[in-house]
C-alpha cells in the first residue's frame, strides 16, 4: 500500500548549492514529490515535525569496506547485513561495497555474493554495487593490501572479476602497470568506473589511461605517487595529476586521521566541491572499540588513535569513521561550508557512479533517501526509499 504524502516541516533543507529555510519536503511514497515553503503545503500531506533538525540527502559511500568487525569481502549474510545497517545508522543510504586485495576466488566468491545480495530488499543501506579495489596495484604502494596477493591486470585474471560486470560499478587499479590501458578500456566498454589508485604512476601515466577512459581516483594522499626527479627534470606523480587534472573525481578521506587538515584544505581549493568526493574508506574496525585487534587480509591490525593501523604502525588500514563524523570533520576543522561539505559526501560520488539520477540531492522526483541531523551533525534518524531505518522490521535469521 502506498504511504499518503507526507512533509517534513520545521527543519533547514540542505540542498547542493545552500540550506534553505523555512521550507517543507514533501514525500510521496519513495520519492521526493515538491520542496515548497511551509505556508504553501497544502491540507493534503500529512506533516512531520522534525523539531530544527538538519535535513540532509542520504549519504554515499562509494568506497567502504567494512564495519562492526566484519568485511565485504566476506560472502556472508550476517557479514553484509551488519555493516549495512550500521552504515544506515550513521546517515548513509546508499553504498558500494567495497573489496580488498585477496585471492581471485575470494574477490570472485564476493562478487558472485553481491550478485544474490543486490537482487533482493535488505534492511540498511542500499549496496548500489561493488568497487573492486586491487589486486592490480603497485607492491611498493600497497599500504595495508596484501602484497601476497597483488598483481598485473595482464595476467588473465581480470576476465574472471569482470564475468560480474553487472554488479562491478567501480574498480581501482594502477594505470602504469603492464595490462592497465587494456583494463581501462574493457572496463569503460561495460560501463565501470575505472579509477586509479596504490600506484607509482607519472602524470603521463595518468593521460594516458585518462585518453582511454580513467575519470576517478581514489584516496588522494594515500598510496599515491608523487612528483620525482630523473637527472634535472621533476616527474609528476598520481597526486599531482589528482589534484591538477579537471577530468578526474577525486577521493579523499576526511577522518583527520588520513589527512592534517592543511591537505585537506589544499584538496578542496584545488579540486573543488563539484569533484571532490568524501570516502570512509572503513574496514571492519569502524564501530569498535580503541585497542580492538583484527586481521586484515592475512594481515594484523588494530584500532589506535580513532584510525584502524597495521600492528606494526607502518601504515594505516583503512579508517574507524563513517561518513557522518567526516562531516564533522570538515565543517569544524577544515572549515567548509556545510553544504559543501554535504555534497562531497553525497551528490558528488552519487554521480562518480551514475546514481546522481535517482539519489545524492534533495530534488524533486528523486529517492526519499535522508537523514536527520542535529546542530553538531550528529545523526537522529535515516530515511531510504521513503522509510524511516528505525522501523523496518528486523531481519529474521
Known sequence: MTAAPRALVGGRLVLPDGVLDHHALVLDGERIAAIVPTEAIGAGPQRIDVAGALVLPGLVDIHTHGAGGRLFNEADVDAWSTIVEL?????????????????????????EFARTWTAQEHKGARVLGVHVEGPYFAR?????????????????????????????????FAPELPGAIALTRDLVARGIVAAAGHSEARDADVLAAMDAGLRHVIHVWSAQST????????????????????????????????????????????????????????????????????????????????????????????????????????TRDVGLPLHEAVRMASLNPAR???????????????????ALFDHDLVVRRTMIGGRWYDEVPERTP
Open 227 to 330: 612528483t620525482v626527479r630523473e637527472g634535472p627534470w621533476r616527474r609528476p606523480g598520481l597526486l599531482e595529476a589528482s589534484l591538477a587534472f579537471d577530468g578526474l573525481s577525486v577521493e579523499m578521506i576526511a577522518d583527520g586521521c588520513h589527512l592534517p587538515v592543511t591537505l585537506m584544505r589544499l584538496a578542496y581549493k584545488a579540486i573543488g566541491p563539484e569533484r571532490l568526493c568524501v570516502v570512509s574508506d572503513a574496514t571492519h574496525g569502524a564501530g569498535l572499540p580503541e585497542g580492538s585487534e583484527l586481521r586484515l587480509g592475512g594481515l594484523d591490525i588494530v584500532v589506535d588513535g580513532g584510525v584502524a593501523m597495521l600492528r606494526d604502525r607502518t601504515a594505516f588500514a583503512g579508517s574507524t569513521s563513517l561518513l557522518d563524523r567526516m562531516l564533522r570533520v570538515l
Open 87 to 111: 552504515q544506515a545508522a550513521h546517515g548513509v543510504t546508499s553504498l558500494l561495497a567495497t573489496t580488498m586485495t585477496a585471492p581471485i576466488e575470494e574477490l570472485v566468491g564476493a562478487l
Open 140 to 172: 611498493s604502494q600497497a599500504g595495508a593490501q596484501n602484497p601476497e596477493h597483488v598483481r598485473n591486470p595482464d595476467d588473465g585474471t581480470a576476465a574472471e572479476l569482470l564475468a560480474y560486470s553487472d554488479v562491478v560499478r567501480m574498480m581501482s
Open 352 to 370: 562518480v557512479i551514475g546514481a546522481d539520477g535517482h539519489t545524492g540531492s534533495l530534488e524533486v522526483g528523486k529517492d526519499a533517501d535522508l
